[in-house]
């Protein structure tokens, strides 16, 4: 009987976010070229709400790609870069993406290795959050990006983008 694999906290995050981001690369592309050939304003898409109440399209890109950096900062014990979210177009949106990865990758994969234990906190006042580094990145940070990732895909599918599960998997 072979041993099971340790759990590798690095594993689980950042080639997930990789991943992720990049897929969300990807169907933005996808987005402008199906805005461009059918003359649509990519402010109807950018701006675009599954639900009066849920926040459009570019926010959703902008609030995956927070955590995917603030996981990454967190359990690698750095400070959280500020982004100032002002992206209004599709290449903006790209931007803040292609920031984020190259962010990731400057990340040292042992400090985020060793994090499972490390004290995070989120948050200020009554949203204070305190967690351990693998509770935040399994319980908190990964739900939340899958939710706004899920919800940016679906806004693209809900709205004519020719894209499936394929798309929002992309390549691991």
Same mark, same amino acid.
């Not at 933005?28 to 898409?45: F, G, R, S």
């Not at 995917?68 to 982004?83: E, M």
């Not at 990731?104 to 490390?118: C, F, T, W, Y």
């Not at 990964?142 to 806004?155: G, V």
């Given at each position: 009987?072979?041993?099971?694999?340790?759990? &590798?906290?690095? &594993?689980?995050?950042?080639?997930?976010?990789? #991943?992720?981001?990049? &897929?969300?690369?990807?169907?933005?592309? =996808?987005?402008?070229?199906?805005?461009?050939?059918? =003359?649509?304003?990519?402010?109807?898409?950018?701006?675009?709400?599954?639900?009066?109440?849920?926040?459009?399209?570019?926010?959703?890109?902008?609030?995956?790609?927070?955590?995917?950096?603030?996981?990454?900062?967190?359990?690698?014990? #750095?400070?959280?870069?500020?982004?100032?979210?002002?992206?209004?177009?599709?290449?903006?949106? #790209?931007?803040?993406?292609? =920031?984020?990865?190259?962010?990731?990758?400057?990340?040292?994969?042992?400090?985020?290795?060793?994090?499972?234990?490390?004290?995070?906190?989120?948050?200020?006042?009554?949203?204070?959050?305190?967690?351990?580094?693998?509770?935040?990145?399994?319980?908190?940070?990964?739900?939340?990006?899958?939710?706004?990732?899920?919800?940016?895909?679906?806004?693209?599918?809900?709205?004519?983008?020719?894209?499936?599960?394929?798309?929002?998997?992309?390549?691991?």
């Amino acid at each position: 009987m072979s041993s099971s694999p340790q759990f &590798s906290i690095y &594993s689980a995050s950042v080639p997930v976010f990789r #991943q992720i981001l990049n &897929s969300l690369s990807a169907i933005l592309a =996808k987005a402008e070229a199906h805005v461009e050939a059918k =003359k649509i304003d990519p402010a109807a898409l950018l701006q675009y709400r599954l639900y009066p109440d849920m926040l459009p399209f570019t926010r959703q890109i902008q609030i995956a790609a927070d955590f995917a950096k603030g996981a990454g900062a967190r359990l690698a014990g #750095q400070d959280v870069p500020p982004y100032e979210d002002t992206e209004k177009t599709f290449a903006d949106l #790209q931007q803040r993406i292609a =920031k984020t990865l190259a962010f990731l990758d400057s990340l040292p994969q042992s400090e985020i290795e060793n994090s499972a234990g490390r004290a995070i906190t989120t948050g200020s006042g009554e949203k204070t959050k305190h967690f351990d580094g693998q509770t935040y990145l399994l319980h908190y940070a990964l739900p939340h990006f899958y939710f706004h990732a899920t919800t940016a895909y679906d806004i693209l599918r809900h709205n004519g983008i020719e894209i499936g599960k394929k798309d929002f998997i992309g390549t691991y």
